[in-house]
């Protein structure tokens, strides 16, 4: 009784040999806390370290994204959208017709008034045109007239002139005899047979002979040249006078059809200005009151902004063609890359169905007007990067067009990819840290797909068993979990 009072009497005696357990149980927390705290630092340096500094001096990059140019096709005209074969993701060839757009209400007030001009025009052009006919028809019958009056004076002259021929003929033969009285007066006179007195009268009598035939002959002259200037068109004197205004009213009435004329081929000029402004204000409203958008090449849709039976503006987007033929890459490099990164470089291209390809440009950076260029926006660049522009192969390029299987499409427009430049050194950390997650997946037979749910539920009723029994478990502290603890950690 007494052994068994001591003992359930004295408990702190017997625990005394546990004492130097509990006495060295304390320096091992501190020691599992300090490895733990200088993994944990090593870890985060570590990241650190990998998530800096290789970024700039790394000959690979992961933040590369193919791209290609985009072709945005805008509505030409405002109006409703009737019909649409335009989808995303749908191969379109050269010349295909993606939509059709209508519109009904067109403002026709140019062409009204372009019409309502030409009517003018037109009008004036005919009032002109028969002024300018009844002009000639009035000088064609004045020259008939005129024709006609000449012929008849030409042929009164000609009578004229005869009969003053004739006239001057008898002046002289009277004055030729008038002469020869005078001659032999003289003789008498002379001869002392007549007297002086008897003279006076034959000698008047021979000079007005001699005047009468001067008369004659100066209007003979005078006719002869009437004759002259009727037969040139000229008409001088009073038997000239009715054919002289006639002549002038001729002369009037043609310049009045000369200037008709002339009035005429400007109306007719304003007139085809008038039809060709209606000719085009007509082709104009048919290309506003129908079109059609077309491809203007060959392509895939890449997004569709419209939807049929909806108002469009004009120069709204319908849809944007990628061309996948012209297929680029885009990297991001450290501006240390720059000449190492020149273009003609060789590089090689994981992923996109691509394995190589050559620098072509190399931006320091973008801007939003270049990036609506294309089918993806450009990669965000950080403090000292650089865009790196990069063709792939030909070779590449063809066997990339072709898709291997249905799920695999050929335009792998806005797949990221990895770039490494030829015989680079300093690989991309965030690379290599995901294919080190991938090989320790592969080693682990880890599967990355979602369980399905039979292993879903295996794995819960494991974890609530476990669970279960921990209380039951008490805490053993093993002498050698401490070393190996260390060497995991050394490790």
């Known amino acids: 009784m007494t052994d068994r009072f001591d003992d ?7 625990q005394r040999p546990a004492a ?3 006495a060295t149980q304390p ?5 599992i806390l300090r490895v733990s705290a200088l993994g944990v630092a090593g870890i985060l340096s570590a990241l650190m370290l990998t998530a800096v500094v290789p970024p700039i001096v790394a000959d690979q990059s992961d933040r590369a994204v193919v791209d290609a140019p985009v072709m945005l096709l805008t509505s030409p005209i405002a109006g409703q959208v009737d019909s649409l074969t335009a989808k995303p993701g749908g191969e379109v060839r050269s010349g295909d017709r993606l939509a059709e757009i209508t519109n009904p209400r067109l403002d026709r007030t140019t062409l009204i008034s372009l019409e309502e001009k030409a009517g003018d025009a037109r009008q004036k052009l005919d009032a002109t045109r028969a002024k300018h006919q009844s002009d000639v028809a009035y000088v064609s019958s004045l020259d008939q007239e005129i024709a006609s009056q000449a012929g008849q004076l030409k042929a009164q002259l000609q009578s004229q002139i005869e009969e003053l021929r004739a006239r001057v003929a008898q002046s002289n033969a009277q004055s030729s005899e008038k002469k020869a009285i ?7 006179v002379a001869r002392d047979a007549a007297s002086v007195e008897m003279l006076k ?25 009437q004759l002259k200037a009727l037969d040139a068109g000229v008409y001088v004197g009073e038997d000239l006078v009715a054919l002289n205004m006639l002549s002038q009213k001729r002369r009037d ?17 304003v007139l085809d200005d008038l039809e060709g402004l209606i ?41 944007s063609v990628v061309d996948c033929d012209k297929r680029f890459v885009v990297a991001i490099f450290s501006y240390r890359q720059g000449e190492a990164m020149k273009p003609g470089t060789k590089v090689r291209i994981d992923g996109g169905g691509f394995h190589s390809g050559i620098v072509s440009a190399v931006l320091p950076k973008t801007s939003d007007k270049v990036d609506e260029r294309f089918a993806v926006p450009f990669p965000q660049t950080e403090r000292r990067e650089l865009y790196v522009m990069i063709t792939p192969d030909a070779a590449d390029e063809k066997r990339a067009a072709q898709p291997t299987s249905a799920a695999t499409p050929a335009c792998t427009v806005g797949q990221w990819v990895t770039v490494t430049r030829d015989n680079g050194i300093v690989p991309s950390m ?20 979602e369980p399905d749910e039979a292993t879903r539920r295996a794995g819960v009723s494991k974890l609530d068993s476990a669970l279960r029994s921990q209380p039951a478990q008490q805490p053993v502290f093993d002498e050698q979990w401490l070393p190996t603890a260390r060497a995991v950690s050394a490790q």
Not at 440 to 448: C, G, I, N, R, Y
Request: no cysteine; aromatic share 2%.
């Open 20 to 22: 130097p357990k509990t």
């Open 8 to 14: 359930g009497f004295k408990p702190a005696p017997a």
């Open 253 to 269: 009435i043609d310049l009045d059809a000369r200037r008709m004329e002339i009035e005429e081929k400007q109306q007719a000029a």
């Open 182 to 188: 005078v001659d032999r007066q003289n003789r008498m």
């Open 201 to 225: 009268p034959t000698e008047q009598q021979y000079a007005a002979a001699l005047h009468d035939t001067d008369a004659q002959t100066a209007k003979l002259n005078q006719k002869l040249t």
């Open 430 to 449: 965030s690379v290599t840290w995901r294919r080190l997650g991938h090989l320790v997946a592969s080693l682990t037979d880890l599967d990355p797909s």
């Open 279 to 319: 000719k085009s204000e007509r082709a104009r409203l048919a290309r506003l009151a129908a079109a059609d958008v077309l491809s203007p090449g060959p392509g895939k849709v890449l997004a569709v902004g419209a939807d049929t039976g909806r108002h469009v503006s004009a120069g709204d987007t319908i849809a």
């Open 27 to 31: 320096p091992r927390h501190p020691v």
